[in-house]
């Protein structure tokens, strides 16, 4: 089978609410749409690298260029029966690094092929789920007050596990309010990177709130650090942006730096970076869980099939999609099942959602077709 055309898309589509971390605030949220066809079928991936360098050294401008400079055009007309060949395509064999670029255009290919073949990714993946475990993320709030109402209305709509960002000055007091008001919630914190090994006490005062997990509080690329914190508390450490390659896994569960690895698709590469380090925790007693970029609905069908592995445990960044966008590019869209704070893995071919082109155009800032 070969893959005669590639299509990138270059889109921004406006959030349902500024989406705030220790980054800064992102009111829309940009991305670049990956359409590969050939065999008659077109397979979807979704890059979701941000505009600035902040969360991964990567930007749409970085991802753009060596996606249509180097991975894509390298995979026009090569072989493949299987995803796993496009690695020894002239551009990945080329490419070092640009996880977020690879990922878009692997998991295109990976989509394309379970459509070709006629399942549902998850059984290319390995999953069998059909229900997925879901929670929500909250930005930092203007207030406190604000923060109480956000909190609020999503266990009001049945999400069962809140996520909230924390920076320095935004931390103890969001999760003790937290904490009191809704003593059984699961309940965690995320820091993006944004604290220091000097930062102990707060961390210790943190212990106590009884959290499901505290992820990334320290450098992006210290797990050293991470392995000194993780002594001193009992709640434990869950890395994301320290993760890109599975050596990355291997180091973290070698130095005790982390108790739950974040999984995401892009940060790592794509489905088979994400496949072996879901294996290699699986092997360690690590649990693992399904991150979100606030993905449009492809990239979050293509989560939802992930996250349907068996080692992910805790509940998955993969909301429904009123949380985030007021209308996507995929049908159908995503609601959350009440009952159990699931979300359902859509069981059509390939990723399971038809995406709407004409949605597409009208968010779109950028066209190239390759071949
Ligand atoms: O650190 O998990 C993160 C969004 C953008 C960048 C980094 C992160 C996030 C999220 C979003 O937390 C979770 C979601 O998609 O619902
Ligand atoms: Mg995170």
Redesign the pocket.
């Known amino acids: 089978m070969k893959i005669e055309r590639i299509e990138l898309h270059h889109i921004s589509m406006p959030l349902v609410h500024p989406?705030e971390?220790s980054f800064g605030v992102e009111t829309n949220r940009p991305a670049i749409l990956v359409a590969v066809h050939g065999e008659g079928i077109t397979g979807w991936g979704e890059c979701v690298t941000g505009d600035r360098p902040d969360?991964s050294s990567e930007t749409i401008v970085t991802a753009w260029h060596v996606l249509s400079e180097f991975l894509a055009p390298g995979l026009l007309g090569h072989p493949i029966e299987d995803p796993a060949d496009i690695f020894s395509s002239p551009g990945y064999r080329m490419v070092r690094g640009h996880n977020m670029a690879k990922a878009a255009l692997e998991n295109a290919v990976w989509d394309w092929v379970a459509r070709i073949r006629n399942v549902p990714l998850q059984m290319l993946l390995g999953g069998s789920k059909k229900r997925v475990d879901v929670g929500?993320?909250i930005g930092i709030q203007p207030t406190l007050d604000g923060l109480m109402e956000r909190v609020a209305q999503f266990i009001a709509a049945g999400y069962g596990r809140i996520?909230v960002?924390i920076k320095p000055g935004w931390e103890l007091t969001p999760l003790t309010e937290i904490r009191r008001a809704y003593p059984h919630i699961k309940l965690m914190a995320?820091a993006?990177s944004a604290f220091s090994l000097a930062d102990l006490p707060l961390f210790q005062q943190m212990d106590d709130l009884n959290l499901l997990m505290i992820?990334?509080p320290l450098a992006h690329d210290d797990i050293i650090d991470h392995a000194a914190l993780q002594a001193h508390l009992k709640t434990p450490i869950c890395l994301?942006?320290s993760i890109h390659i599975p050596g990355d896994a291997r180091l973290a569960i070698h130095l005790e730096a982390c108790r739950v690895i974040?999984i995401k698709v892009a940060r790592v590469g794509g489905f088979t970076n994400a496949l072996a380090i879901h294996n290699l925790c699986a092997e360690a007693g690590i649990p693992v869980w399904c991150?979100?970029?606030?993905?449009t609905g492809i990239g979050r069908a293509a989560n939802l099939h992930l996250a349907s592995l068996p080692n992910f445990k805790l509940p998955a960044?993969?909301?429904a999609t009123d949380r985030?966008y007021h209308r996507d590019i995929a049908e159908p869209t995503f609601t959350l099942n009440t009952e159990d704070s699931t979300i359902s893995v859509p069981q059509g071919a390939g990723i399971g959602v038809t995406v709407n082109t004409a949605q597409v155009a009208t968010y779109r800032l950028r066209k190239e077709v390759i071949g």
């Not at 991150?291 to 993905?295: A, H, R, S």
């Open positions: 989406f971390t969360y929500v993320s996520k960002k995320d993006n992820e990334q994301d942006e974040n991150g979100g970029m606030l993905e960044d993969i909301s985030y």
